[in-house]
């Protein structure tokens, strides 16, 4: 996949998340999309997400997957997972910003959409048994 890794979004003991952008010149538009990367030594995680989110790929309810490959970056070859960028930030973030105060409606809003979320986990054989922790973040409508 061609895409350009504009600016990184977060870092962790595993690798970086990039967002990044696709110009698709025959159609004069641009995707956007967040990457993943880990030296492909140390991706068995990303490997194991990627896995995970092919078993749930259309679900509304959990982050779409564009796909994966593998990019040599500054002669180290990296693994590279491809994902829907959900410009709305994390649910911690947004909780946090509002210093916890919350009402009961969208308290309500959010554990619905987290609900359907755990639901569609749940119907795949598989992806139930596989212990992650969770990140929920949020569309530009603030949607889980």
């Given at each position: 996949?061609?895409?350009k890794k504009i600016s990184v979004?977060?870092?962790?003991?595993?690798?970086?998340?990039?967002?990044?952008?696709?110009?698709?010149?025959?159609?004069?538009?641009?995707?956007?999309?967040?990457?993943?990367?880990?030296?492909?030594?140390?991706?068995?995680s990303l490997q194991r997400e990627?896995?995970?989110?092919?078993?749930?790929?259309?679900?509304p309810n959990v982050v779409q997957?564009?796909?994966?490959?593998?990019?040599?970056?500054?002669?180290?070859?990296?693994?590279?997972?491809?994902?829907?960028?959900?410009?709305?930030?994390?649910?911690?973030?947004?909780?946090?910003?509002?210093?916890?105060?919350?009402?009961?409606?969208?308290?309500?809003?959010?554990?619905?959409?987290?609900?359907?979320?755990?639901?569609?986990?749940?119907?795949?054989?598989?992806?139930?048994?596989?212990?992650?922790?969770?990140?929920?973040?949020?569309?530009?409508?603030?949607?889980?």
């Amino acid at each position: 996949m061609e895409w350009k890794k504009i600016s990184v979004l977060g870092a962790g003991s595993y690798g970086k998340v990039y967002y990044a952008v696709k110009i698709d010149s025959f159609l004069f538009r641009a995707s956007v999309a967040v990457v993943k990367c880990a030296d492909l030594w140390r991706s068995i995680s990303l490997q194991r997400e990627a896995h995970i989110l092919e078993t749930l790929r259309g679900s509304p309810n959990v982050v779409q997957f564009f796909g994966a490959d593998v990019s040599i970056e500054n002669n180290i070859p990296t693994y590279n997972l491809f994902l829907e960028y959900a410009c709305g930030g994390s649910l911690h973030n947004l909780i946090n910003s509002k210093r916890g105060k919350m009402s009961e409606v969208e308290i309500g809003f959010y554990a619905y959409q987290l609900l359907k979320g755990i639901q569609d986990v749940g119907l795949h054989k598989g992806v139930h048994n596989t212990q992650r922790k969770i990140k929920t973040i949020l569309d530009r409508n603030f949607c889980v």
